[in-house]
């Protein structure tokens, strides 16, 4: 058995719950508090941050901490369904594109729009700063003509077909989408995208996430939009 430590929010460990999903990988999902700093948590990383998979399966006990390490496992211990590209090149542009979203996307968006909207109400720490907030949808609306730009010429982020930089994307996007702040009709090439992402039997658990005391957009859950 393999059990996740997450949270429900969390961009990194929706990375992971969808590629156990696509991979068809029995697990349990364990939620966490990351910032009330939970024992049990950081026994298994002392930095005390989701997502940790802890792997039974096979006999013994392996801990592997944070998405990147966790995908990679993920990705060699059950090659299938590659979610990587098979040449060189293709694979270099999908993990660039992995980097991209976890390091670029993540300062330049989640650090203004999730801080502001859940993570300062969590901890207690005021009201959401507007300034703040143009901020981060300003920095989103960048992303998204970046991502168009992409998909005029790809059906998938990195290349023809679906790969963990979609995957990684996706997750970004979905806790945005989650608070409303995604203006898709803006931008359809990446609407078309997401829908097709969004239709995927993986995605659904993400799609029935309900944050207590934040509840999703609308539309976060419509198919369709």
Not at 66 to 90: H, K, Q, V
Not at 95 to 121: C, I, Q, S, T
Not at 191 to 204: E, L, N
Not at 211 to 216: K, N, Y
Request: hydrophobic residues 40%; aromatic residues 8%; glycine residues 6%.
């Amino acid at each position: 058995m393999r059990t996740l430590h997450f949270w429900l929010l969390d961009p990194f460990s929706r990375q992971v719950r969808l590629v156990l999903e696509e991979k068809s990988l029995r697990h349990e999902l364990q939620l966490e508090v990351p910032w009330e700093r939970p024992d049990d948590l950081l026994s298994l990383n002392p930095a005390g941050t989701t997502p940790v998979l802890i792997d039974e399966s096979g006999g013994g006990r392996r801990v592997i901490v944070e998405s990147r390490a966790i995908l990679e496992y993920l990705e060699e211990t059950t090659p299938s369904p590659c979610l990587l590209p098979g040449g060189p090149a293709e694979r270099a542009e999908a993990r660039r594109l992995m980097d991209w979203f976890d390091r670029k996307y993540d300062g330049e968006v989640n650090a203004y729009l999730l801080h502001e909207k859940l993570e300062k109400r969590a901890q207690g720490l005021g009201a959401p700063d507007p300034a703040a907030l143009r901020a981060g949808r300003e920095h989103l609306r960048w992303h998204l003509d970046h991502m168009a730009w992409l998909l005029e010429a790809r059906d998938g982020l990195a290349g023809p077909r679906y790969t963990l930089a979609d995957i990684a994307a996706a997750a970004h996007l979905s806790c945005a989408d989650y608070l409303g702040d995604v203006p898709w009709d803006e931008f359809e090439p990446v609407k078309q995208w997401y829908s097709r992402v969004k239709c995927r039997p993986a995605f659904r658990g993400l799609l029935a996430d309900k944050l207590p005391g934040v509840p999703a957009a609308a539309h976060y859950a419509d198919l369709d939009f």
